[in-house]
């Protein structure tokens, strides 16, 4: 397995270096042991006491050796030559330079021809060569290297005896050399194309190296300096405690904002083994986290809108089942409570009991207000669309309310003047900027300001309390309400909204909620801005003008007629109530518990019946199935519709013409009697029905 490389690229070419020094120095030791032997003649003594001694001289030199005639003849070679040049000793010498019998290369691979062998050059001037690297490709197509000097020999008058061609064998290093370049290229291909920043910093964070992803920067423009420099001033006391982990020896992660861009980065600083000039070397590598951290982010506000919206569902749902039941018990504590005024005595000795009745009557018909607020958050409360102009009902609102909930604070108004006209129910929205105000009010002290604007937007998209129904590019008119009162938490804001969640010691928490159901109704978006002691703005966005204006159910009379009227309804004080008014009025009346016994009622009585008063809501079959169904079996009959919806959410999916009449639960005697007296008069001497 390859040693890894680290470091920039003038490291790996330095261990080069290295190596072709250590094969020189071996290379000069060899000549210098040679020419330790003197001159001709002591060799020649030497030879003639010991004839073996030259061969045990030329088999124990490091690296090749071969002797040279002056005509260029191959006098002897040792066994490293004869096995580098591929070839034996008895053929090797029988040949002369440049007959080798073999292919020699350049350092560059190109072919070196025999003029520049170092032998050559030495037999022309006699004066000994510097290292030459060549390369000999043997028959077979092995290439092998080796680094070669050689040496003239000279006779003690001066005359040329010879040439000795001392070379080693580099073949090893230079395939680990040429190994080590292509790793270093592979390495420098790596850094050059990575997607993130590749750094080499010091103890110090002065910057050593940097790829070219630092672009549009040269990198000339960059080595030197602090890594400092380019983080943002709020990190950069992280930056130094990550270089002082490092000089401990302790790798680092951690998240910068960069100073000039402003984008954000992960980054890992991992001290290295190796030293550079001396110098102990960090690597820094900087991955641009800008787009994940936003789609993060986005993601986290999508799951926390789809929390609201479940969440939202969820009070929506409960809210409307409360209001419902609520209003049946309303109607049935209202209805009797009527029932009781109409039949005391008029006198002085009923005067105590008459007024604590009535004060009853009041009581309940403010819980039937409470019912309404809640009927709004749930969406169930009335719409009746028509153009509106919501500088219009801005400004009587204001009016409405400057002499005591605005009283004392300065309210500043800036109603634009292109403002369309919106689709929506005057009424409502009237309620929207009320309770908008009266919660900027009671949130600011006295003598703070208040600021109602409107406006014409386009929209662009973004993140809001509420979502509304519109898709980029729609037309909006946007209302904001502004304060400057004690403003609200994150743990606060998120329940602003929420049915009965105040943080006023006189509220009912339910202002905002109906704000909110209103909205909801209008296909609006809002959404709240806040921060504990720096105030608030709300800001409603409704769709411009476009909706077809709906129109409330004309109550429609029929002919005088005698009969029985049948009460439907699942609850039996509210049955009872309406059969106990009815029957002091004359009529003959029957009940149903429920939608199937009404059938069966409708179906026994037959055109003895001439009137139902029918309620929406009832566990085994709904008052839209009922009128379905009567209205294919008794078309002529009259239905008064009951509900503790209003009458646009109640009536929405039914025909209206079908219907005679609609009572909003909890409905007061009087309104009742009213109604069915209108659709059905009251025979002469009708009796009640058991």
Avoid at 7 to 27: I, N, T
Avoid at 216 to 225: F, I, K, Q, S, T
Avoid at 395 to 405: D, G, K
Wanted: aromatic letters at 4%; a negative charge; one cysteine or more.
């Amino acid at each position: 397995m390859d040693e890894p490389i680290a470091g920039p690229p003038e490291r790996v070419f330095g261990r080069a270096r290295e190596a072709l020094a250590e094969v020189r120095e071996l290379s000069q030791a060899l000549q210098r042991q040679v020419l330790r032997l003197g001159d001709l003649g002591r060799l020649q003594e030497a030879l003639r006491a010991n004839p073996g001694f030259l061969d045990r001289v030329l088999e124990n030199v490091p690296g090749g050796l071969v002797m040279v005639s002056p005509t260029g003849a191959i006098l002897r070679a040792n066994r490293a030559a004869i096995e580098f040049l591929g070839m034996p000793d008895d053929i090797l010498s029988r040949r002369e330079v440049g007959d080798w019998g073999t292919v020699t290369l350049r350092e560059d691979g190109s072919e070196c021809p025999v003029e520049e062998y170092p032998v050559t050059r030495c037999l022309a001037t006699g004066e000994p060569q510097p290292p030459s690297t060549i390369g000999v490709r043997h028959p077979d197509g092995r290439v092998v290297w080796g680094v070669f000097y050689a040496t003239p020999v000279h006779a003690e008058g001066g005359e040329l005896l010879g040439v000795l061609v001392t070379f080693l064998d580099i073949t090893e290093r230079r395939e680990a050399e040429e190994e080590l370049r292509r790793s270093e290229d592979r390495l420098r291909t790596v850094l050059e194309n990575a997607p993130d920043f590749v750094l080499l910093v010091d103890e110090e964070g002065q910057i050593l190296y940097i790829n070219r992803t630092f672009a549009p920067r040269r990198a000339e423009d960059v080595v030197g300096r602090s890594c400092l420099d380019f983080v943002a001033p709020e990190g950069q006391d992280r930056m130094r405690a990550a270089l002082r982990s490092a000089r401990d020896g302790v790798a680092s992660h951690y998240e910068l904002e960069a100073a000039d861009t402003g984008r954000r980065y992960a980054m890992r600083l991992v001290p290295l083994a190796v030293a550079q000039e001396r110098r102990r070397t960090f690597l820094l590598i900087a991955t641009d986290v800008t787009e994940q951290r936003r789609i993060e982010a986005e993601r986290r506000r999508y799951e926390h809108r789809v929390q609201q919206l479940q969440r939202m569902e969820s009070l929506t749902i409960l809210a409307g089942g409360v209001a419902h039941d609520f209003n049946n018990l309303l109607l049935a504590i209202l209805g009797r409570t009527e029932l009781a005024l109409r039949r005391l005595p008029h006198g002085s000795e009923a005067a105590t009991a008459r007024e604590h009745l009535e004060e009853a009557r009041t009581a309940i018909l403010r819980a039937r207000d409470l019912t309404d607020a809640l009927l709004a958050y749930s969406g169930g409360g009335t719409f009746v669309f028509a153009p509106v102009d919501l500088n219009t009902v801005a400004r009587e609102t204001i009016r409405l309310l400057e002499l005591q909930l605005l009283r004392g604070r300065e309210v500043r108004c800036e109603l634009a003047e292109d403002l369309p006209p919106v689709a929506g129910d005057a009424t409502q929205l009237r309620q929207v900027v009320m309770n908008l105000l009266v919660n900027a009010a009671e949130a600011s002290p006295a003598g703070g300001r208040i600021a109602l604007r409107t406006r014409r937007e386009r929209w662009e998209g973004g993140a809001l309390r509420i979502p509304g129904e519109f898709v980029r590019g729609a037309e909006l008119v946007v209302l904001e309400v502004e304060d400057e009162g004690v403003g609200m938490a994150e743990e606060v804001l998120a329940k602003a909204f929420d049915p009965f969640f105040t943080t006023k010691f006189t509220g009912r928490g339910l202002g905002l909620a109906s704000v909110a159901g209103i909205v909801r109704g209008h296909r609006g978006g809002l959404h709240v801005e806040s921060e504990a002691g720096r105030g608030s703005t709300f800001r409603v966005h409704l769709p411009a003008d476009g909706a077809t204006p709906r129109q409330r159910v004309e109550q429609s009379g029929g002919e005088s007629r005698d009969g029985a009227v049948l009460v439907v309804d699942d609850e039996r004080h509210v049955r009872e109530v309406a059969r106990a008014t009815l029957e002091d009025e004359g009529y003959a009346v029957v009940t149903a518990s429920g939608g199937r016994e009404a059938l069966r009622r409708v179906r026994a009585e037959g055109a003895r019946l001439r009137l139902v008063i029918l309620d929406l809501i009832m566990p085994d079959l709904g008052g839209e199935e009922v009128l379905e169904e009567l209205r294919r079996t008794r078309p002529d009959l009259p239905v008064i519709l009951t509900s503790g919806y209003e009458e646009e959410m109640a009536t929405r999916r039914m025909e209206r013409s079908s219907l005679h009449g609609f009572l909003k639960k909890p409905y007061r005697l009087e309104a009742l009697l009213e109604l069915v007296r209108a659709v059905c008069p009251p025979g002469e001497g009708s009796e009640p029905l058991r």
